[in-house]
């Protein structure tokens, strides 16, 4: 639990320093983002070695504090927040000079580190209120680094994020109202010894986070606020700022519903996940500009996750889990690698459009390879991590032949992806347009966003451990 | 009817009359007013459930004192925006 | 019937009206002032709840500084009213029926909520108030318990300054200085702040706390930079930074001198574990920063980094 606390501590004792200190900010934020990768590390081993462990902040009895509870799931989650805020601080710094990226986003960062970090540990309905809300406000402000061109989309953002987590909290006082616990796992035991109709509760909850984690059909402001972010902030925001809310969903659902309303709560994620899949695909297929394109796949992909999550409460079997999660690990990786290829083709190209990536693949071929190359995991090819987790859903799938209508669906998906992957690919093999004798992009940076493309495919070799850490 | 029925009927009122105000707008000034009245609406049912025993729940009351503080800070940086965002379409 | 009946049965309707009357008024102005109003409404019924401390911070943060804020937003309007705002309005009717119907069902699931609750953590909060180091419970929930909500929530207040910042929002049209109210804000402030710091200094016995003293504080600087009687405060000067962040500071400092005053090599630690005898004076001393960090940063995003009037 020590390596845990520190975890979340160094981001934030690293965002008031940099506030202080603005000079050195990037350096020092930079260097918490490398540590709190150790510390995650050392959490994780520790979880593995000694077992899960739990702290009551402050040292109160269970209910009167917050608790913190580390287990294996929670630690992955925390070692993925660390590695992803490391590779995107790494790439940031190698490059943000080029790029104009406003030294605002160092605290900024490091604050959104801590808020997620501090969620994945909790396990309190108010508390996850309160990192809820930093969460929106500290996305939102990272979005409006772009200038004037994030203004609308910000707005949006930030006016659905507080309707959002009012609905959430509403739901919380009505749960509150009812057993007089916050703390889920206590509230678990209420709800099992002394069931009574908390439908309108766990809905208000449900319909918060869908739209805080962008889960179809809430899913509208996300396309043009990721896309209109500066891209080391769209990877951060794609790859780890919705998997909050979808872990807070999958915590209170599997906890907090009984066996009846969690097969009503499945229907409910299998169709919206189906939908997601088929209309996120399809909207990525057709949008004429690079990071809408990518931001409608986070929309697509996510359909993955809600469907593993209805599965999970239909059939409840335990594979569906380990897929959620270790679809939520690849995404994260093969999108913070996506956004940051793509964010760096278009910085040294020029262009926001798709057409831009003609012959990438003689002028930049690394930054393609990357985009190639996570691509492989967002649709699914073996031996990725996006592959081991389509095969954990599928498995299971075949011998629940009542759901057979999901296996074209997730066919369909399947298709759509590869579809607008190879578009981006076909035109990078284009003859390329002419570029300046003297165009030489930093090769830094390039070799920064193929990093997590190439974890993402070693992912696969680490299934065995991961299955078996998730599987409890 | 109980003093605590009735102001959470009240608070159910408020929470529609926010709702509507957040889709019917029209300006954006006006669809903040209505995300505080919601959030208005959600304090008041947590302030009339603590006042369910006696003495009142003070647990719940700093979590609305928690709350009032979060939402005043959305409030401001949402009013900022929106000023920004207009002088920009205008 | 009995006056209180009818006190509550009229409060609450007048809540209602005044909600309504806020989202249909014609003019914005003639809204902001109505939001203003229910603020003070909701007040009253809470301290009609019982919840006194409540009602003071709604008061000062829910109506004083919401209204001020809205006031101020409402002045950096610009005249012409941009045809973008209207865009995305649902139809009336169906507005009107989803939001009834929305109301009618929670409406409904409120009234069954059992009005003697099942569980409740207040015999447990009662029972570890003495060693809590503050005898008030909302203090000891705030600064005790829950403490990591309270920093969090500093932090929430921190990234709405940050993001307010960012967005560079245009300032509002300059006033006269009015000569009597600059006679009145001198007047008035010592007063504000003794008011101030008395809330504060009560909060550990008695309903108050840092967040009503901050709001009170930055009332008082708020009128004083209205008045132009104060320099400007800007985020790039150290000691307004340093302020801004003192509430964070000494929450972390707190947090650290106990973790390693409470270290044991043998057990996990625990954060945000204050020491008994310094329970008191840790809470205090975070309250006391605390306070400070509030009022800035309110008086900062509602005056805003505005340059000296006429200059």
Redesign the interface.
């Known amino acids: 639990m020590n390596f845990a606390l520190a975890a979340v501590l160094l981001p934030l004792l690293a965002a008031v320093l940099a506030l202080c200190w603005r000079r050195q900010a990037a350096r020092l934020v930079w260097l918490s983002t490398l540590f709190s990768l150790l510390l995650a590390l050392a959490a994780l081993w520790q979880v593995v070695t000694f077992g899960p462990a739990s702290m009551q902040l402050g040292g109160w009895q269970t209910g ?1 504090a917050i608790r913190w509870q580390l287990n294996e799931l929670s630690a992955l989650l925390l070692l993925m927040t660390a590695l992803i805020h490391s590779l995107v601080a790494s790439y940031s710094l190698s490059q943000w000079r080029d790029a104009g990226l406003s030294a605002d986003f160092w605290p900024l960062s490091a604050l959104l580190q801590s808020a997620l970090s501090s969620l994945f540990l909790s396990v309190d309905l ?1 508390n996850w ?2 990192t809820l ?1 930093l969460l929106g ?1 500290a996305a ?2 990272l979005v ?1 680094l772009s200038g ?1 061109k994030a ?2 989309a ?2 949006r953002y ?2 659905l994020s ?2 959002a987590s ?1 609905c959430y ?2 739901g919380v ?2 749960l ?2 009812h057993y007089g616990w916050l703390d889920v796992p206590q509230l678990a035991v209420a709800i099992s010894e002394e069931p009574v109709d908390h439908r309108l509760a766990l809905w208000l909850i449900t319909a918060g986070l869908m739209l805080k984690a962008a889960l179809w059909p809430l899913h509208v402001w996300l396309p043009a606020a990721h896309a209109a972010a500066p891209a080391p902030v769209s990877a951060l925001l794609s790859a780890l700022v919705v998997k909050g809310p979808l872990f807070m969903l999958y915590m209170i659902w599997s906890q907090l519903a009984g066996p009846e309303l969690a097969v009503t709560g499945s229907w409910l994620f299998l169709l919206t996940g189906s939908m997601a899949l088929v209309v996120g695909g399809w909207s990525a297929l057709r949008t004429p500009y690079a990071k809408v394109m990518v931001a409608y796949s986070t929309v697509a992909q996510l359909g993955y996750g809600l469907l593993a999550l209805g599965l999970m409460l239909h059939l409840t079997d335990p594979a569906f889990t380990q897929a959620l999660f270790i679809f939520v690990l690849a995404h994260a990786l093969a999108k913070t690698s996506t956004f940051l290829a793509v964010g760096e083709m278009q910085l040294r190209l020029g262009g926001k459009r798709l057409s831009t990536f003609r012959g990438a693949s003689q002028t930049m071929p690394l930054a393609m390879f990357a985009v190639a190359v996570a691509g492989g995991s967002l649709i699914g090819l073996p031996p990725s991590g996006g592959f081991v987790a389509k095969w954990q859903l599928l498995l299971p799938l075949w011998q629940h032949s009542q759901l057979w209508w999901l296996l074209p669906v997730i066919l369909a998906g399947t298709l759509l992806s590869a579809a607008y992957i190879f578009r981006l690919v076909v035109l990078a093999f284009n003859r390329a347009k002419p570029v300046r004798p003297d165009f030489a992009p930093a090769l830094l940076p390039q070799w920064l966003a193929l990093l997590p493309a190439l974890l993402v495919w070693m992912l696969a070799f680490a299934s065995g451990s991961l299955l078996s850490w998730l599987g409890g | 009817m ?52 006696d ?36 | 019937m009995s006056g209180d009946f009818w006190f ?2 009229l409060l ?1 309707l007048l ?2 009206l005044l ?2 009357a ?2 249909l008024a014609r003019q ?1 102005a003639a ?2 002032m109505l ?1 203003v109003v ?2 003070l409404m ?1 007040a009253l ?2 301290a ?4 006194a ?2 009602a003071l ?2 008061a000062a ?2 109506a004083g ?2 209204g001020a ?2 006031f ?3 002045a ?3 005249k ?3 045809p ?3 865009a ?3 139809e ?1 009717l169906p ?2 029926l ?3 119907a ?3 069902v ?2 409904w699931t ?2 069954q ?1 059992p ?3 099942q569980h ?3 015999p447990a ?1 009662l029972e570890q108030l003495g060693s809590s180091g503050t005898e008030h ?2 203090t ?3 600064l005790n ?2 403490a990591w ?2 920093l969090l ?1 500093l932090l ?2 921190l ?2 300054l940050l ?2 910042r960012l ?4 300032e509002p049209a300059a006033l006269q200085h009015w000569p009597l109210a600059r006679q009145w804000s001198k007047r008035l402030l010592p007063l504000l702040v003794l008011v101030a710091f008395f809330v504060l200094w009560r909060g550990a016995t008695a309903p108050g ?1 840092a ?1 009503q003293a901050g709001a009170l504080l930055a009332a008082a600087l708020v009128v004083l930079r209205l008045n132009g009687q104060l320099p400007a405060l800007r985020f790039d000067f150290w000691w307004v930074r340093a302020l801004i962040l003192a509430g964070v500071l000494a929450f972390l400092l707190a947090g650290l001198l106990s973790l390693w005053l409470n270290w044991q090599p043998e057990q996990a630690a625990q954060w945000l574990r204050w020491p008994l005898p310094l329970a008191k004076g840790l809470i205090l001393l975070i309250e006391l920063s605390a306070t400070l960090a ?1 009022g800035l940063t ?1 008086t900062l ?2 005056v ?1 980094e505005r340059k000296e009037l006429g200059a």
């Open positions: 009167l108010f209120y309160v809300e406000l939102v402000a409006l004037k203004l609308q910000a707005m930030l006016l507080l309707a009012l909290l509403l006082a009505l509150y109202g | 109980s003093l605590v029925h009735w102001y959470l009927l009240i608070a159910a009122g408020l929470w529609g009359i926010g709702c509507y105000g957040l889709i019917r707008g029209p300006e954006l000034l006006r669809r903040i007013i209505a995300l505080n009245l919601m959030g208005a609406a959600v304090f008041l049912v947590m302030v009339t459930l603590a006042a369910r025993t003495p009142a729940d003070g647990v719940l009351h700093a979590l609305v004192l928690t709350g009032l503080v979060v939402a005043v800070s959305a409030t401001a940086f949402a009013l900022a925006l929106v000023a920004r965002t207009l002088s920009e379409s205008a | 509550d049965a609450g809540l209602l909600a309504l806020t989202i914005l809204a902001v939001y229910f603020g909701l019924a809470w009609r709840l019982g919840a401390d409540l911070a709604e943060i829910g500084l919401t804020l809205l101020s937003a409402l950096r309007q610009p012409s009213l941009a973008a705002q209207g995305g309005r649902v009336r507005a009107l989803l939001c009834s929305i109301s009618a929670l409406g409120l009234w909520l009005l003697q609750p409740s953590q207040l909060a419970l909302v000891a929930v705030l318990f829950r909500d309270t929530e929430v207040l990234l709405a993001g307010t967005v560079a929002a245009p706390g967040f509030i309110l995003l509602v805003g």
